[in-house]
């Protein structure tokens, strides 16, 4: 069982001028950031960049996935009616040209909240016109009312993770999350607006096989998912699943041909990619970028280009 990462999975601590002001920032308007609450190991970098990814709907998880750090428990019914305007108002003093917007599961809410994401969505868009905005979604119990109301908040980019392989999802999803489900979630959206992009993620280094990768790729773009990036699953805990592997950059770079090859618009694979990591750069250089004839857009980061 591995138990020292790897010098290819070696990240700086946060710290830092433009860290600790966006950290102020946040703090003064009561929001909170994936980037800490899951313990992401690019905070450093992301937020000395000037980039963040927020998390609406409190810090408590109705579920329990046994890979996310974020803390699971029972909200009971409370939101924070003024979080929309104030995750504007902090992306407009943020100068960013695209953000991404994530939320804990809500299932105590009747929508699963839905509508709270979507409001956020729409006042972010009107206090920052032409801002590009990802929203990572729960799978709001699969509730297609729920998902259309989203969709239709006008975002750029709607996110879901499968999160890993079929016969993995028991041990690392909560029993609430089916892999299935999580496909008929993006199958739903594609076909309520066929024009949106759709991204998920896949997480390695749990003790899935390659095929087994190969197959949730197969799956996803059934699915007609648009975008797709491949990371390390790194342990937040001692109380949550134990690493089986950390899988070389060579393989990320073999994910990545393969995702290529299934017919991604592109793929992100590298050790220290998550959903939201650098989404922005991702997106502008793959999506908007028009390619040249005959190729795709891929991004590979330089974590996964270091030598073994």
Same mark, same amino acid.
């Given at each position: 069982?591995?138990?020292?990462?790897?010098?290819?999975?070696?990240?700086?601590?946060?710290?830092?001028?433009?860290?600790?002001?966006?950290?102020?920032?946040?703090?003064?308007?009561?929001?909170?950031?994936?980037?800490?609450?899951?313990?992401?190991?690019?905070?450093?970098?992301?937020?000395?960049?000037?980039?963040?990814?927020?998390?609406?709907?409190?810090?408590?998880?109705?579920?329990?996935?046994?890979?996310?750090?974020?803390?699971?428990?029972?909200?009971?019914?409370?939101?924070?009616?003024?979080?929309?305007?104030?995750?504007?108002?902090?992306?407009?003093?943020?100068?960013?040209?695209?953000?991404? %917007?994530?939320? @804990?599961?809500?299932?105590?809410?009747?929508?699963?909240?839905?509508?709270?994401?979507?409001?956020?969505?729409?006042?972010?868009?009107?206090?920052?016109?032409?801002?590009? @905005?990802?929203?990572?979604?729960?799978?709001?119990?699969?509730?297609?009312?729920?998902?259309?109301?989203?969709?239709?908040?006008?975002?750029?980019?709607?996110?879901?993770?499968?999160?890993?392989?079929?016969?993995?999802?028991?041990?690392?999803?909560?029993?609430?999350?089916?892999?299935?489900?999580?496909?008929?979630?993006?199958?739903?959206?594609?076909?309520?607006?066929?024009?949106?992009?759709?991204?998920?993620?896949?997480?390695?280094?749990?003790?899935?096989?390659?095929?087994?990768?190969?197959?949730?790729?197969?799956? %996803?773009?059934?699915?007609?998912?648009?975008?797709?990036? @491949?990371?390390?699953?790194?342990?937040?805990?001692?109380?949550?699943?134990?690493?089986?592997?950390?899988?070389?950059?060579?393989?990320?770079?073999?994910?990545?041909?393969?995702?290529?090859?299934?017919?991604?618009?592109?793929?992100?694979?590298?050790?220290? @990619?998550?959903?939201?990591?650098?989404?922005?750069?991702?997106?502008?250089?793959?999506?908007?970028?028009?390619?040249?004839?005959?190729?795709?857009?891929?991004?590979?980061?330089?974590?996964?280009?270091?030598?073994?």
């Amino acid at each position: 069982m591995p138990e020292t990462r790897p010098e290819w999975l070696t990240v700086l601590p946060p710290g830092g001028a433009k860290h600790d002001s966006l950290k102020e920032l946040f703090r003064s308007l009561g929001l909170h950031t994936v980037c800490e609450e899951a313990h992401c190991p690019n905070v450093e970098e992301c937020w000395g960049g000037g980039t963040a990814t927020l998390m609406l709907m409190g810090d408590v998880c109705s579920r329990a996935c046994r890979f996310c750090m974020v803390t699971p428990g029972k909200p009971n019914g409370a939101l924070d009616e003024l979080e929309p305007e104030n995750v504007a108002l902090a992306l407009s003093k943020m100068g960013l040209t695209y953000v991404v %917007l994530t939320s @804990v599961d809500r299932d105590d809410l009747p929508d699963g909240g839905a509508g709270h994401v979507a409001r956020t969505v729409r006042l972010v868009k009107e206090m920052n016109p032409g801002m590009l @905005v990802e929203v990572l979604i729960p799978d709001f119990q699969n509730d297609v009312d729920a998902l259309r109301t989203v969709a239709s908040a006008g975002p750029d980019v709607v996110a879901h993770n499968v999160e890993t392989t079929l016969s993995l999802t028991p041990e690392v999803r909560d029993p609430r999350a089916g892999y299935w489900q999580s496909l008929s979630v993006l199958r739903t959206l594609k076909k309520l607006d066929r024009s949106l992009h759709t991204k998920s993620s896949i997480m390695v280094g749990l003790g899935e096989s390659e095929e087994e990768v190969r197959q949730t790729m197969v799956h %996803l773009r059934g699915a007609g998912v648009d975008f797709l990036t @491949v990371g390390q699953y790194l342990r937040p805990s001692n109380r949550h699943l134990k690493v089986v592997e950390f899988v070389k950059p060579s393989q990320f770079e073999r994910y990545r041909e393969m995702g290529e090859s299934l017919g991604f618009s592109y793929v992100a694979s590298g050790p220290l @990619v998550r959903s939201s990591y650098r989404a922005g750069e991702f997106f502008i250089r793959s999506a908007l970028t028009i390619p040249a004839p005959g190729r795709k857009q891929s991004y590979m980061t330089p974590e996964a280009q270091k030598p073994e």
